[in-house]
């Protein structure tokens, strides 16, 4: 897609006129700095680094791209039962996702709305009610408060004092969660995915897959930085020689806030090169293009996830500062896997090979990081087709201020 000049233009006018407005806002950007970006492929180069590194453009990512999305949280097979929950943290916020008597899946801020204190420090269990520690304020699963000590108000008067849980909105699609940071979200949920779950969720069987692992970390390295390198096949013979080596891809057709690669092979990914043929069954529940090879996407901002035919992985980023991210792995199988009397002792084949890779892609970005420089401006090759893509995607939302403009991406 290439940007005519005037809406290039618009662009920075409204940067610069939200930069005056706005002290958070920081130093500003001038326009010429981003004119090569926004080039075709061949002639294009790299954004300034300062997106990479300055702090009052991590603050404008924030407001922009971060707080105006939908996020992953979990698959939903992670909450089954009334009452199991799990917590994540985006950005300043502590979220709560837990399945309520009703059997429906609820989100809230992890926040007392006595005097602030986080209701549960765990990232996952079971509760009959959420008690705070701090002065013992009880709501139940659907976030009712039902017991206030030191107020001396009966549980039925409760509900009138404003003082319920703070619900976000929630939706399920494909097994896959999302949550909003905002009560009232913008965009819907399918609007923002477009066709991402007919596209690929679907095919792939995706409600058919269980976690069976999962990990928190963090970096320091900029989340786009781990974005763009989930995107690219230029570094895997180099950085990925031993684990992956050559991996050909072609750029999905899409429509909606992600992007996304194919590798088509009758093999899985999921195991080095030499053991692909010794692998777990490809999941019953896929269909298409879901039994026909893997497909590595980034949904908007940073949930970076691959589906195979045999497997599912994710990687998510979510940014701490301009130069620190948390990293959120879970390696997935489909339930018949799971059941299998050998899934045991071959599990540890796959989490070796994926365990790997993820590795070496995070010492990748950290030695990046590291050598960024304000005077030095790259350029991208075929192979970083969807960088360029995506990186320009992020800077226009950014710009923008929303993501009012959805992608269209044609297949290679």
Same mark, same amino acid.
């Given at each position: 897609?290439?940007?005519?000049?005037?809406?290039?233009?618009?662009?920075?006018? /409204?940067?610069?006129?939200?930069?005056?407005?706005?002290?958070?806002?920081?130093?500003?950007?001038?326009?010429?700095? =981003?004119?090569?970006?926004?080039?075709?492929?061949?002639?294009?180069?790299?954004?300034?680094?300062?997106?990479?590194?300055?702090?009052?453009?991590?603050?404008?990512?924030?407001?922009?791209?971060?707080?105006?999305?939908?996020?992953? =949280?979990?698959?939903?097979?992670?909450?089954?039962?009334?009452?199991?929950?799990?917590?994540?943290? +985006?950005?300043?916020?502590?979220?709560?996702?837990?399945?309520?008597?009703?059997?429906?899946?609820?989100?809230?801020?992890?926040?007392?709305?006595?005097?602030?204190?986080?209701?549960?420090?765990? !990232?996952?269990?079971?509760?009959?009610? +959420?008690?705070?520690?701090?002065?013992?304020?009880?709501?139940?699963?659907?976030?009712?408060? =039902?017991?206030?000590?030191?107020?001396? *108000? !009966?549980?039925?008067?409760?509900?009138?004092?404003?003082?319920?849980?703070?619900?976000?909105?929630?939706?399920?699609?494909?097994?896959? *969660?999302? *949550? @909003?940071?905002?009560?009232?979200?913008?965009?819907?949920?399918?609007?923002?995915?477009?066709?991402? $779950?007919?596209?690929?969720?679907?095919?792939?069987?995706?409600?058919? /897959?269980?976690?069976?692992? @999962?990990?928190?970390?963090?970096?320091?390295?900029?989340?786009?930085?781990?974005?763009?390198?989930?995107?690219?096949?230029?570094?895997?013979?180099?950085?990925?020689?031993?684990?992956?080596?050559?991996?050909?891809?072609?750029?999905?057709?899409?429509?909606?806030?992600?992007?996304?690669?194919?590798?088509?092979?009758?093999?899985?990914?999921?195991?080095?090169?030499?053991?692909?043929?010794?692998?777990?069954?490809?999941?019953?529940?896929? @269909?298409?293009?879901?039994?026909?090879?893997?497909? +590595?996407?980034?949904?908007?901002?940073?949930?970076? $996830?691959?589906?195979?035919?045999?497997?599912?992985?994710?990687?998510?980023?979510?940014?701490?500062?301009?130069? !620190?991210?948390?990293?959120?792995?879970?390696?997935?199988?489909?339930?018949?896997?799971?059941?299998?009397?050998?899934?045991?002792?071959?599990?540890?084949?796959?989490?070796?090979?994926?365990?790997?890779? $993820?590795?070496?892609?995070?010492?990748?970005?950290?030695?990046?990081?590291?050598?960024?420089?304000?005077?030095?401006?790259?350029?991208?090759?075929?192979?970083?087709?969807?960088?360029?893509?995506?990186?320009?995607?992020?800077?226009?939302?950014?710009?923008?201020?929303?993501?009012?403009?959805?992608?269209?991406? @044609?297949?290679?």
């Amino acid at each position: 897609m290439e940007y005519e000049d005037s809406v290039l233009q618009s662009l920075f006018s /409204m940067f610069d006129e939200q930069s005056a407005g706005s002290e958070s806002i920081g130093s500003r950007f001038d326009q010429t700095e =981003f004119d090569a970006l926004f080039q075709a492929l061949d002639q294009a180069e790299q954004p300034p680094s300062r997106i990479y590194t300055d702090a009052s453009w991590f603050e404008r990512e924030r407001t922009t791209i971060f707080h105006n999305a939908w996020h992953f =949280f979990c698959l939903s097979t992670d909450v089954e039962q009334p009452g199991e929950y799990r917590t994540r943290r +985006f950005l300043q916020s502590s979220l709560i996702l837990v399945r309520g008597d009703d059997y429906k899946l609820r989100a809230f801020f992890n926040t007392c709305r006595h005097r602030g204190a986080p209701l549960t420090p765990r !990232e996952h269990g079971h509760v009959r009610n +959420f008690i705070c520690p701090f002065h013992r304020w009880a709501y139940r699963r659907d976030g009712r408060l =039902f017991k206030a000590p030191g107020l001396g *108000v !009966e549980e039925r008067a409760l509900g009138c004092i404003g003082s319920n849980l703070i619900e976000l909105p929630c939706e399920v699609r494909e097994n896959l *969660v999302f *949550v @909003h940071l905002q009560p009232q979200p913008k965009y819907g949920l399918d609007e923002f995915l477009g066709d991402f $779950i007919s596209s690929v969720a679907h095919p792939h069987g995706v409600s058919n /897959m269980r976690s069976v692992t @999962h990990r928190r970390y963090r970096l320091n390295a900029n989340w786009k930085l781990y974005a763009e390198v989930d995107m690219e096949t230029l570094h895997t013979p180099h950085v990925h020689r031993r684990s992956i080596g050559e991996q050909p891809v072609e750029i999905t057709s899409s429509y909606g806030h992600w992007v996304g690669v194919f590798n088509r092979s009758d093999q899985t990914v999921a195991l080095p090169p030499d053991q692909r043929d010794s692998g777990f069954p490809f999941n019953a529940a896929a @269909h298409g293009a879901g039994l026909e090879g893997t497909h +590595f996407s980034i949904v908007f901002p940073g949930f970076f $996830i691959v589906m195979a035919p045999d497997c599912m992985w994710w990687i998510q980023k979510t940014p701490i500062s301009a130069t !620190e991210v948390e990293v959120d792995v879970s390696y997935c199988f489909p339930t018949e896997t799971i059941e299998r009397s050998d899934f045991r002792d071959t599990l540890p084949r796959y989490v070796k090979r994926l365990d790997q890779v $993820i590795e070496e892609d995070d010492d990748i970005v950290e030695y990046q990081q590291k050598g960024l420089n304000a005077y030095v401006s790259g350029r991208y090759t075929r192979q970083e087709a969807v960088v360029h893509a995506l990186v320009r995607r992020y800077v226009e939302i950014a710009l923008r201020g929303d993501y009012s403009q959805p992608i269209r991406t @044609h297949a290679s």
